[in-house]
């Protein structure tokens, strides 16, 4: 490969080469380091006196700071209102402020005013070790791989990587095996919905009569129960539903989930179809369902489809009844997985 | 021991010096840094915001722990908040109430890690833009570079592991999104859930093992490469602007004792300071608003902080409609592309550009004096095109908080932002090329004709001219001391026998990146066209002054003479108004 | 004690004896008011009916229907009760000055009385939700913890966390609760207007509704940790730690990196 010569393409910078033509130099020349300028302290004493008296006020200011910080947690505790919490907390907050921001400030008050401002230059060393030093260094690696004569012996070069690769197993194993507790994904395919499971509010327990929805109105539900199994939040993670009651004459329902609601009343899912979030801004002019987290839309009157957004399948929808004291119960559990997709969900 | 005496004091001093010295040698390391030069500049100071934030997330972490307890075991609240009385919760977020409301300086210093955390990664991210737009990460600092990507990296998961430690609402929700990304990944995306969350989402485990990476794993390996990055800028020593003086193989500055000490020193408690200012007057993450963890309410609002929040507004742009089913299993790629794919190419891109950068030019020399930005348009077009699609998808992240304070439509707000994710980098490279291009020859102008100077002269045939004031040689210096890379040449695709030759294919794909690179470039001012321009009838020692070896590289191709052409025609015809303004200032 | 008792005898004890007496007066006032109000509110005249139809017949029919049986795109009002008219109406929503993705609060354009007469009127034309009484829109009698356990589940993924407010789709929103009257809350809960679902006494029973009020009214005093920043989470955080942080900390470092004079 052909490339430029870096020393003919890129003119090496403080060198004034002259061309030879008309003794024009192909390269500007460097200046050099511009003259140091003397400041007001170097120059007046008095100006040199100032400074050290506001370096010195700054380190007070320091001082006052630290004070008032110690006043203020021995003095003003964070009683027990909104109001008095927020006092203590700035009060403290000033303090430390002071406290840390005045010495910075006179430190480099002091080293800009008063210490010497004249710059230095230093040489830099090349990196790169000399010739000599690479040869005595492949000398030396050589010489100890000569000595414990790896080279020749194979088998006790595979032995020692085959160990060395092995061993790891040790920690790793366990590490993963451990940390996944029973791995059994397939839970992520049910719920603890049941049939004839009530459909109660959520946090309180209530159960759900039909008629305790007028249109319009929407309950964030639990299952009954759900307090009395092992780990409550986990299966709570996935059996939330938002039960909403439409108009009926605004609901379009597909001709297999037709029995699944009653009276215009539909449950769905909570848990958004894309990543997990619950969604559960219900706009009940538009029956939209909208997740709060990336703005996924739902049509609550069609099935829970997707109008807009990240998530592409629609809210697994909940098959409800009443039951013969007129509480809503569940059908069955859901009839596919809840939540975000995954590789094998249809499996 | 030290007495009033100065003598005394010094006598002190010296023997403890002894001691250490006759144990450690350490005299040597004393001669050999006390003195060490590192140059002066604002912009060197945003990696010191950066470390000192982490001092002080150590500092006020070192207080948390005292008093935080990364346990979901439930309990029950009882305590001053009264709107969290009797709530179950667990006992991290009980622990984390009662840190902020009944510790003395309790929620002060949560209030402390919080801010330190965030300007941690706004500092982290404005150093990574200055080394990036100066090109200090040429050799030899690229491995420099590297290590700082990785220090970012780092500081997300330190950030967002303990932005979930509270066990609030707004943070479980952010796992639970994590929880939906990983499930996402093909074939093992439910092992990954279960391996992190130590089976199905909550879980009872992630709290304590989130507790641990984030105050021991994460913590520890920040430590160790800030000890590293650091190590490498006292070896390689710090680069320079370029000016009078300042050379790739000098070092101009302030000794390190007592100047740059103190300045470095004072900034620590400065950055303290502000935080601490932040902290006293600013609420952060009041996780009290948003309630312990339950998967069921959420609150509008729901983001990460605002180093994620690029994340989140990917995967809120990416429209549904790229989910698959293939034989049955499910590819999400609604999820993965932004998720995975997005910040994957984002940071892809990040910590390979300077080997890219490095390709293209060919260039081996070891560089110590910084590029203005101007002067490398290609590489500060691509800065600010990578970082308009990093803000595109910060306003992304934000589209509810937008749509709600601006009444707009979030659903016109997130179509206008899918659609600008694309066009505002491609504008934003070109807008920057041309610029940084003008402002070249600007430069050059300048060089060329010096200074306006706003005095007007008329001439005895009538004509009128504004005189001009030459450049200092400090000022000429700057504008004319830089390389402009020209396209790479190569070697012919078959050599003198006809035989085609080996590794051609990889020297083509290197010309071509390197034309994409460099074809548009403004080449400095050399002395002889300075000389042009002051004298009269110049314009034949104008032409072939121009140095421009990259051009018969580019072949035909129409961008050369477009520059180059603008760049002489623009000589020339400033030239013109020099000739009779240098024989003018001559005869004043 | 003995500085509370050489006060006692200076010559400002009259003065604050004065202000004490007014403030018990107040207190017992305040204490009081609320049965007479609720007497005045809840008994509505005939002629109260009459002028309200005048008020709705030139300001609301030409929308709504002579008859208020609504219209096209237009919800009819039998049967939606006082307690939506004196929301709607009371917070400006209504009449709508244009159209749009929803009705904006506004300046009431009518007074409590005309208030009062329309919602009036519109009670007559079909049984639906009162006004709430003042007992029961009282925030100081609520249970501020179940409150916010509801406020949580039930509100908060609209009106956020504390009641700053949030959007919905197509350019709708949710709005800021900082400014709502206890009786706008609770009419709002009642009567569900516009996007906002019903939470009728089933969803949120009464005493539910007031817990609701009393967290939203707690939220007013602002957060322990100084300025909340608007109390919308991450993202004002996240600008505020660049506005605030990096900008005091970048002219300081400018400050440090310029060469003093």
């Known amino acids: 490969m052909n490339q430029q010569n870096p020393a003919k393409g890129h003119p090496s910078q403080d060198l004034a080469a002259p061309d030879g033509q008309a003794g024009v130099p192909t390269h500007f020349t460097d200046p050099g380091h511009p003259e140091h300028q003397p400041r007001q302290s170097d120059l007046h004493p008095a100006a040199n006196k100032r400074a050290e008296r506001q370096v010195v006020l700054l380190f007070a200011v320091s001082v006052l700071g630290t004070i008032g910080f110690l006043v203020a947690y021995f003095a003003v505790p964070p009683g027990e209102t909104v109001a008095s919490m927020r006092q203590s907390n700035l009060l403290l907050g000033l303090g430390l402020f002071l406290g840390m921001f005045g010495i910075g400030a006179a430190v480099v008050h002091w080293a800009k005013s008063l210490m010497n401002s004249e710059e230095k230059a230093e040489d830099r060393h090349t990196l790169r070790s000399s010739d000599e030093t690479r040869a005595a260094a492949v000398e030396m690696l050589r010489e100890g791989a000569q000595d414990s004569a790896i080279g020749r012996r194979g088998v006790l070069k ?30 992520f395919k049910s719920t603890m919905w049941r049939k004839g499971m009530k459909l109660t509010i959520d946090p309180s327990g209530r159960p759900i009569k039909a008629s305790d929805l007028t249109i319009g109105s929407v309950f964030h539900v639990i299952p009954e129960g759900l307090e009395d199994t092992e780990h409550p939040l986990d299966e709570k993670a996935k059996a939330v539903v938002l039960l909403i009651r439409l108009d009926p004459r605004d609901l379009t329902e597909a001709e297999d989930r037709k029995g699944w609601s009653y009276d215009g009343i539909v449950a769905y899912s909570k848990i958004c179809t894309h990543v997990g979030c619950p969604v559960a801004l219900y706009e009940q002019q538009t029956h939209h369902l909208l997740c709060p987290c990336h703005q996924s839309t739902f049509d609550v009157a069609d099935g829970a489809k997707v109008l807009f957004g990240p998530a592409k399948r629609p809210l697994p929808q909940l098959p409800i009844e009443v039951d013969d004291e007129g509480y809503l119960i569940a059908q069955s559990d859901f009839t596919e997985p809840v939540g975000p997709s995954f590789w094998e969900r249809l499996k | 021991m030290t007495t009033t005496t100065p003598s005394g004091g010094a006598r002190a001093a010296g023997a403890t010096a002894d001691y250490l010295d006759q144990r450690t040698g350490i005299a040597a390391a004393v001669k050999g840094l006390s003195r060490k030069i590192f140059p002066d500049h604002w912009s060197f100071m945003l990696g010191e915001i950066a470390l000192y934030s982490f001092v002080v997330l150590l500092i006020s972490g070192v207080f948390l722990t005292a008093f935080f307890v990364p346990s979901m075991a439930e309990t029950e609240y009882d305590g001053p908040w009264a709107a969290m009385n009797g709530v179950p919760m667990s006992e991290a977020f009980a622990s984390t109430l009662r840190l902020s409301f009944e510790v003395r300086g309790g929620l002060l210093m949560r209030q402390v890690h919080h801010w330190a955390a965030l300007l941690f990664m706004a500092a982290i991210v404005t150093h990574m833009m200055r080394v990036f737009f100066t090109g200090a990460f040429r050799k030899p600092r690229e491995l420099n570079w590297l290590i700082g990507f990785t220090l970012m990296i780092l500081g997300l998961v330190a950030g967002f592991t303990g932005y979930s430690l509270p066990d609030d609402v707004l943070s479980g929700n952010g796992l639970r999104i994590t929880d939906g990304i990983v499930m996402a990944v093909p074939v093992i995306g439910t092992y990954l859930s279960y391996w992190i969350f130590g089976g199905e989402f909550p879980g009872q485990d992630l709290i304590p093992r989130l507790f641990t990476i984030h105050v021991l794993l994460v913590p520890a390996l920040i430590l160790a490469l800030i000890g590293a990055h650091l190590f490498l800028v006292f070896l390689q020593k710090h680069t320079q602007y370029p000016g009078g003086g300042r050379t790739d193989k000098n070092v101009v500055g302030y000794p390190l004792f007592p100047i740059y000490a103190a300045k470095a020193g004072g900034f620590f408690f400065i950055v303290f300071g502000v935080i601490a200012l932040m902290a006293a007057t600013m609420s952060i993450n009041p996780v009290w608003n948003y309630g312990p963890y339950d998967p069921s309410p959420v609150s509008s609002g729901a983001q990460p902080d605002w180093y994620m929040l690029f994340l989140d507004g990917a995967v809120r742009l990416m429209p549904g409609q790229t989910e698959f089913v293939i034989a049955g299993f499910t590819l999400s790629l609604n999820v993965l592309v932004p998720a995975m794919v997005v910040p994957g190419v984002l940071f892809g891109v990040l910590a390979l550009y300077p080997f890219i950068e490095a390709f293209a030019t060919g260039d081996k020399r070891v560089h110590n004096v910084l590029d203005r930005p101007r002067n490398v348009p290609f590489r500060t077009a691509t800065g600010v095109s990578v970082l308009s699609a990093f803000i595109v998808l910060i306003l992304s992240g934000a589209n509810d ?25 491609a504008i934003a490279f070109w807008v920057t090329k041309r610029i940084c291009l003008g402002l070249q020859r600007k430069d ?54 006809g035989v085609r030759r080996k590794g051609y294919r990889r020297d083509l794909l290197r010309q071509r990146v390197s034309r994409t690179f460099f074809e548009d470039r403004v080449e400095p001012v050399t002395p002889a066209e300075l000389a042009a321009a002051h004298a009269h009838g110049a314009h034949d020692a104008l032409e072939s002054a121009e140095p421009h070896g990259g051009h018969e590289a580019v072949g035909a191709a129409t961008e050369a003479p477009l520059v180059g052409g603008a760049v002489s ?10 000739d009779d303004l240098g024989s003018d200032t001559r005869n004043y | 004690m003995k500085a509370l008792a050489t006060r006692r005898r200076s010559r400002f004890a009259p003065t604050a004896l004065l202000l004490l007496a007014l403030l018990i007066t107040g207190g017992l006032y305040a204490a009081l008011a609320p049965s007479t109000a609720t007497a005045t509110a809840s008994v509505a005249t005939a002629s109260d009916v009459e002028l309200g139809m005048k008020l709705f017949q030139a300001n609301c029919a030409t929308c709504h229907g002579m008859n208020a049986q609504g219209s096209e795109g237009v919800p009819s009002l039998i049967g939606v009760g006082a307690a939506a008219v004196d929301f709607q109406v009371s917070t400006g929503r209504m009449p709508m000055q244009a159209n749009g993705p929803q009705a904006p609060a506004k300046t009431p354009q009518f007074n409590e009385e005309q208030t009062a007469q329309l919602a009036a009127y519109v009670a007559s034309l079909g049984a639906g939700p009162a006004i709430p009484t003042d007992e029961e829109i009282d925030g100081s009698q609520g249970d501020v913890a179940n409150g916010m356990a509801l406020f949580r589940t039930n509100c908060a993924m609209c009106h956020n966390a504390v009641g700053a407010g949030g959007a919905l789709s197509g350019g709708k929103y949710a709005p800021a609760l900082w400014d709502t009257s206890a009786r706008n809350i609770y009419q709002a809960m009642l009567t569900g207007p516009q996007s906002m679902p019903v939470f009728n006494d089933n969803v949120l029973t009464a005493e539910e509704k007031r817990d609701v009020i009393s967290y939203v009214e707690a939220q007013r005093s602002g957060s322990p940790g100084g300025a909340d920043l608007g109390a919308i989470g991450p993202v004002s955080e996240g600008l505020w730690v660049w506005v605030v942080g990096m900008g005091l900390l970048l002219g300081c470092a400018v400050w440090i990196g310029a060469k003093s004079s």
């Open chain 1, 158 to 187: 595979g032995a020692m990587v085959s160990a060395l690769l092995l061993a790891p197993l040790t920690v790793v194993v366990p590490l993963v095996g451990n940390v996944g507790e029973d791995w059994d994904v397939s839970k």
């Open chain 2, 569 to 578: 025609g623009g000589g020339r015809r400033l030239a013109d108004h020099d």
């Open chain 2, 401 to 425: 908080i937008i749509a709600d304070h601006f009444s707009l439509s979030i659903n016109d707000i997130t179509w206008t932002l899918r659609v600008l994710l694309f066009v505002v980098p």
């Open chain 2, 444 to 497: 050059r102008e300048l060089v060329l004709h010096g200074h306006e100077t706003g005095r007007i002269v008329r001439f005895a045939h009538g004509e009128y001219i504004e005189v001009h004031k030459p450049l200092s040689d400090e000022e000429r210096w700057l504008r004319v001391n830089y390389d402009a890379h020209a396209p790479l040449q190569i070697a012919p695709a078959h050599d003198s026998r």
